[in-house]
């Protein structure tokens, strides 16, 4: 799809200047239509793989619908989407989409899956002049994270998902519910997305105070950490009744063993990012049960893809009798940023230029499995948001489900059952 002269054969140095031209000739020579190259990086392994169990299940189902093309000012376009796994680090994260942009030469470029996959991936395309696409991280730090400025914004990329606004009137939605004492125990680690959440203006601890909770913050711990017994012991000294943070899996599962051994048994315990997959609720076993946490998508959303039509239900469902696996939140928003790059790549002024790639791109909206996307709508530049409810881990005949409890916040999206109190 590149020019010769474009600014990523130049970064990539004269061998890609002088070898892409004749490899693109080559295939159009044999090509019935030109092919869009669409790069998608998601933590295929390691510690965040929850967040792409779906995503085989999702690119078969993409690449049968793209099999007939994309048209665009009365061509059809073949679109190829080419993966690459960030295995959960931020470094790998960046590693590869420098090979998607320099090496591929991909014409767009996407990714989902906390700020250890977005933000190193925007920041790349940023750089290197590639419209971006990206989903599945809390808006905050996926802006501020990467050091923007709300009057300017970004150039290439663009991101859809909640706010941190979002997940605290969820989280105080379903404590104000529970009944119990507002002391509040938090995890927060060293990392994007805790140093955000934890962050004393930004994040959680003044819309706590605001609203009356006393929050206990001992201070940030490193991802994988062993040993929790200081911040189970602050927690007990506090009183604190709930529990919340955002953590991965590994992490929460190692704390939540430790805080059973030394007596630790909070009423609710709401937990980002670690407690939003099937997988990870039952590798906690009997102790996953009555666990709470955000809910971004649930077959239960009232939307459906712009690109089939099928509904979110038909799609979760689709995943369960394709794999045997219950559906996860993952799967909707992975098909809506795929809705996302099909409108984009269909109304483009010039799909050759990346300057109208990105303008179409931020003029986008419309509607898709997850909800409304409108880049004109803020909060800030690059940013449209996605509703959010919340919900908790309830016994489902030999297993759990994850039931909606409090949609105060998108009513339009049902509820499902009450909040039950932890022991």
Not at 34 to 56: H, Q, W
Not at 60 to 71: K, M, Q, T
Not at 149 to 167: K, M, R, S
Not at 318 to 341: N, S
Request: proline letters at 7%; one cysteine or more.
């Amino acid at each position: 799809m590149k020019n010769a002269s474009t600014r990523r054969q130049v970064l990539g140095g004269l061998a890609a200047t002088v070898a892409a031209p004749a490899i693109l000739t080559s295939t159009r020579a044999y090509a019935a239509n030109p092919t869009l190259k669409v790069g998608f990086v998601t933590p295929s392994t390691g510690p965040l793989a929850g967040f792409a169990e779906a995503d085989d299940y999702i690119l078969e189902g993409l690449r049968a619908h793209f099999a007939g093309g994309v048209e665009n000012n009365g061509k059809t376009y073949d679109i190829e989407i080419i993966r690459k796994d960030s295995q959960s680090n931020p470094n790998r994260a960046a590693e590869v989409a420098a090979e998607l942009i320099l090496d591929d030469e991909v014409d767009i470029i996407t990714a989902a899956a906390t700020p250890d996959t977005t933000n190193p991936v925007a920041d790349q395309a940023e750089i290197n002049e590639v419209p971006c696409i990206t989903t599945d991280a809390p808006w905050q730090p996926y802006f501020f994270g990467r050091n923007g400025n709300p009057a300017e914004g970004f150039e290439y990329t663009y991101h859809f998902f909640w706010g941190l606004e979002d997940v605290i009137a969820n989280f105080t939605g379903l404590w104000n519910d529970s009944g119990v004492a507002k002391k509040v125990g938090g995890l927060f680690p060293n990392d994007a997305d805790g140093n955000a959440w934890g962050h004393p203006e930004l994040g959680l601890p003044a819309p706590l105070a605001a609203q009356g909770f006393e929050l206990t913050d001992p201070g940030r711990f490193q991802p994988l950490n062993d040993d929790f017994s200081n911040y189970i012991a602050a927690f007990k000294d506090a009183g604190c009744e709930i529990i919340t943070g955002v953590m991965i899996p590994p992490d929460f599962g190692t704390f939540w063993a430790q805080a059973a051994q030394q007596g630790f048994q909070p009423k609710v315990a709401t937990i980002g990012k670690a407690l939003l997959f099937p997988s990870a609720i039952a590798a906690l076993g009997d102790r996953g049960v009555g666990l709470t946490t955000e809910i971004w998508w649930s077959p239960n959303h009232p939307f459906a893809s712009s690109l089939t039509g099928t509904s979110a239900g038909e799609l979760a469902n689709g995943y369960t009798a394709a794999t045997g696996r219950p559906w996860t939140q993952p799967i909707g928003f992975k098909h809506a940023l795929f809705e996302v790059v099909s409108n984009v790549v269909s109304r483009a002024e010039d799909l050759d230029d990346p300057v109208a790639v990105a303008a179409a791109i931020k003029g986008t909206k419309m509607s898709t499995i997850v909800g409304d996307i409108d880049w004109s709508a803020g909060p800030v530049p690059n940013v449209s948001k996605t509703p959010l409810v919340s919900g908790q881990w309830q016994k489902a005949g030999d297993g759990v489900e994850l039931v909606i409890t409090n949609n105060k916040h998108a009513p339009q999206i049902p509820v499902g059952g009450d909040l039950q109190l932890l022991g």
